[in-house]
């Protein structure tokens, strides 16, 4: 069975800095391209970065660009974000998300998020 | 970037009713790369639609995608009382995914 389990969000202040991670579990991750998508509250989805099977090609919305940073371990199937000067707008619950394989580039596979709060 | 507007924002409809969902991108873009998903309270989105018209793994053949171009739907056939929920759009263009706003599928 396909599992993505992502941790690591908490509140934190404006300014402030956090990782998240997302584990991967029931498919080959590093076949797979893998993105973050983020919901703010009660609000639709919102693309936030991609890094491909390898880690050698990174992309980020505009909103982020700058301040977050996408990684990723395959050896320990791990997608990891980093998020730096955080803003109130980056409130949200953000989810992992594995992107097909076979080149259509839509997200197959998605965990259920962990959500972020900056707030003073 | 290329925007996603989806129409109607909400449709209320009953169960056996015939659902049909509006994707209009700012662009043209190709059908390979627009995709729909369904979304649940408190659930993680999920794929229906990949290609503008292939069903994903296990979804039912009530779900069908169409269009090209500019202008792609989603069409449920007969609404399932699990039908019920938001639905989005997404496209694929240049290192760039975004989202359509989304559409509520509600009971009437």
């Known amino acids: 069975e396909v599992q993505l389990v992502e941790s690591g969000g908490v509140v934190v202040q404006p300014g402030g800095s956090l990782r998240l991670s997302c584990a991967a579990s029931?498919?080959?991750?590093?076949?797979?391209?893998m993105h973050w998508v983020r919901q703010a509250p009660g609000k639709g989805l919102e693309w936030v970065s991609l890094?491909?099977?390898?880690?050698?090609?990174?992309s980020y919305a505009d909103s982020v660009k700058g301040r977050f940073t996408i990684s990723r371990d395959n050896s320990k199937n791990s997608l990891y974000l980093q998020m730096n000067s955080l803003r109130p707008e980056d409130t949200a619950l953000y989810h992992c998300?594995?992107?097909?394989?076979?080149?259509?580039?839509?997200?197959?596979?998605w965990g259920q998020g962990t959500l972020v709060t900056v707030s003073s | 970037e290329i925007v996603l507007t989806q129409s109607p924002g909400t449709l209320s409809l009953s169960p056996g009713e015939r659902a049909t969902l509006s994707c209009r991108a700012s662009q043209s873009i190709s059908s390979s790369y627009l995709a729909w998903y369904q979304q649940k309270p408190g659930q993680a989105p999920r794929l229906l639609i990949y290609g503008a018209s292939s069903r994903a793994t296990g979804i039912p053949d009530r779900f069908s995608g169409s269009g090209s171009g500019t202008d792609f739907t989603l069409t449920i056939s007969r609404l399932e009382p699990e039908d019920f929920a938001v639905y989005y759009c997404?496209?694929?263009?240049?290192?760039?995914?975004?989202f359509g706003q989304g559409a509520k599928v509600e009971i009437k």
């Open positions: 890094i491909s099977w390898d880690g050698g090609r990174t």
């Open positions: 997404q496209q694929y263009a240049g290192s760039s995914w975004t």
């Open positions: 998300a594995a992107q097909d394989s076979t080149g259509y580039y839509s997200l197959d596979y």
């Open positions: 029931g498919f080959t991750f590093d076949d797979y391209a």
